[in-house]
């Protein structure tokens, strides 16, 4: 086969095959103690992402969801982003008080402020959705594909929860 005729087979074959999703710039994610004070002194929303090493369903989350273009630009525009390993022996401070991990059982156990952002269910991955105030707006556990993600991000992110439920904004949803 010419390398013309080769050339014209990958063009046309290209065309027809699935492309992958787009992938965009990766998040950059911040600790706890720099995430927290970001988002106070600009006044925004917190996208927290709760993990474990070991979670497989955490990685893929992070590494093909979280990688989606339209994904990625929702979050970096709307939010702050913070990583949390969910057995992180930090004592940490959220809204005005210190949630303390006991030097003795640091590695067993789950950070107490974990604990209590996820009301004591430990599903991972876990995202958490946080308001200008550090409010608490929605708690999400378990993988989620793109086209799952970005209408929730949009829904907290542009702040469409003050003025209409999910399912009425959900079903008007485009992505664009």
Same mark, same amino acid.
């Given at each position: 086969m010419s390398k013309r005729l080769y050339l014209l087979w990958v063009v046309i074959l290209g065309g027809l095959l699935p492309s992958s999703p787009a992938v965009g710039q990766a998040i950059s994610w911040q600790s $706890? +103690? +720099?995430? %927290? %004070?970001?988002a106070a002194r600009e006044n925004r929303k917190i996208l927290l992402f709760v993990y474990t090493p070991s =979670?497989? $369903? =955490?990685k893929k989350l992070e590494q093909e969801t979280l990688t989606q273009t339209q /994904? !990625?630009?929702a979050i970096k525009s709307n939010f702050v982003t913070i990583k949390l390993n969910a057995y992180e022996s930090a004592d940490l401070e959220f809204r005005g008080k210190w949630y303390r991990t006991s030097s003795a059982t640091s590695?067993?156990?789950l950070?107490? *402020? /974990? !604990? !209590? *952002?996820l009301e004591g269910r430990a599903s991972f991955p876990a995202l958490v959705f946080l308001d200008e105030t550090q409010q608490v707006l929605q708690t999400f556990a378990g993988f989620k594909q793109a086209d799952e993600l970005l209408p929730i991000v949009v829904y907290y992110g542009k702040d469409h929860y003050k003025n209409m439920p999910w399912q009425s904004f959900y079903r008007k949803f485009v992505v664009e």
């Amino acid at each position: 086969m010419s390398k013309r005729l080769y050339l014209l087979w990958v063009v046309i074959l290209g065309g027809l095959l699935p492309s992958s999703p787009a992938v965009g710039q990766a998040i950059s994610w911040q600790s $706890w +103690e +720099e995430g %927290a %004070a970001k988002a106070a002194r600009e006044n925004r929303k917190i996208l927290l992402f709760v993990y474990t090493p070991s =979670c497989g $369903w =955490c990685k893929k989350l992070e590494q093909e969801t979280l990688t989606q273009t339209q /994904v !990625t630009q929702a979050i970096k525009s709307n939010f702050v982003t913070i990583k949390l390993n969910a057995y992180e022996s930090a004592d940490l401070e959220f809204r005005g008080k210190w949630y303390r991990t006991s030097s003795a059982t640091s590695n067993a156990r789950l950070n107490p *402020l /974990v !604990t !209590t *952002l996820l009301e004591g269910r430990a599903s991972f991955p876990a995202l958490v959705f946080l308001d200008e105030t550090q409010q608490v707006l929605q708690t999400f556990a378990g993988f989620k594909q793109a086209d799952e993600l970005l209408p929730i991000v949009v829904y907290y992110g542009k702040d469409h929860y003050k003025n209409m439920p999910w399912q009425s904004f959900y079903r008007k949803f485009v992505v664009e």
